[in-house]
């Protein structure tokens, strides 16, 4: 190798960020599976929180996933012995802090969107529940909390949004955890249940744009979910508590093979 066994691997050549090589990230998965840590999931019901917790039932690497949500998912079968699920109301947190504690790595995917909860009822999901869990988190023991965010992230935007993404990024930094990573992703390919005929039409459109310029304008939230466990596997940024992936840094890190 490259490295020391444990080192994050150096700066590749024309990448934001450092990527392994598949052999190494192995190394990296099996190392970080035996020290048997628990993780929870925010969001498990939406379109990336269903990928990241099929990928990281896929590959083992938690001895315990917990799904944290207002209400529980049916989930049947061997796959799922490992997952317990604790049913929280957001709008009173604090009562639930019980299932914030005892989790190594926090993942969070909670979102909503303006049409499906109006401007306040957006800000208060994206931005309030995140940042109020993140906090009970930090507080119950997790050291390493995974943000999904959005492509052009900016507390000073004039578009809500994009500011409300800025606005708990920098609220989620603030907490202090010994590692926050926090991934912008552009526009999310996926097969959504709920689809309107108008964003079937924008999906197949960016999915031919995609074949084109593969990283710039979207992404398929499975190669956003494989990114997200692949980073968890990985040692720190050096010194940095803090690292943001871009769009063509998750494409890079969820495509090894």
């Known amino acids: 190798f490259a490295h020391a066994p444990g080192e994050r691997p150096k700066q590749r050549e024309g990448r934001r960020m450092a990527v392994p090589k598949p052999e190494e990230l192995k190394d990296f998965r099996e190392s970080f599976r035996a020290k048997k840590q628990a993780c929870f999931i925010l969001g498990a019901s939406g379109e990336t929180g269903k990928e990241l917790l099929a990928e990281i039932l896929r590959q083992q690497i938690f001895s315990t996933v917990t799904l944290i949500g207002r209400r529980k998912l ?5 796959l799922y012995s490992s997952v317990k699920q604790e049913v929280v109301d957001f709008e009173k947190l604090d009562e639930s802090a019980a299932a914030f504690q005892g989790h190594d790595v926090g993942f969070c995917c909670l979102g909503t969107t303006r049409s499906k909860a109006g401007a306040a009822g957006f800000v208060r999901v994206d ?5 109020h869990s993140a906090e009970l988190a930090k507080a119950g023991g997790c050291r390493h909390f995974v943000l999904q965010s959005t492509k052009g992230a900016d507390a000073s935007s004039s578009f809500l949004y994009l500011r409300v993404k800025g606005e708990v990024e920098s609220r989620v930094k603030a907490i202090g955890f010994d590692r926050c990573s926090i991934f912008r ?21 960016l999915g031919a744009v ?3 310029c593969p ?43």
């Open 215 to 257: 990283t710039f304008y979207s992404v398929p939230t499975v190669t956003v979910a494989q990114a997200m466990v692949n980073n968890v596997v990985m040692p720190g940024p050096g010194n940095k508590k803090v690292e943001i992936l871009e769009n063509a840094d998750i494409h890079a890190l969820g495509n090894i093979k």
């Open 74 to 78: 049916d989930l049947e079968g061997p």
């Open 210 to 212: 995609a074949y084109i």
């Open 127 to 131: 931005r309030d529940y995140v940042q």
């Open 185 to 205: 992703p552009a526009v999310l390919l996926c097969d959504r249940q709920e689809s309107r005929p108008s964003e079937w039409v924008t999906r197949k459109f």
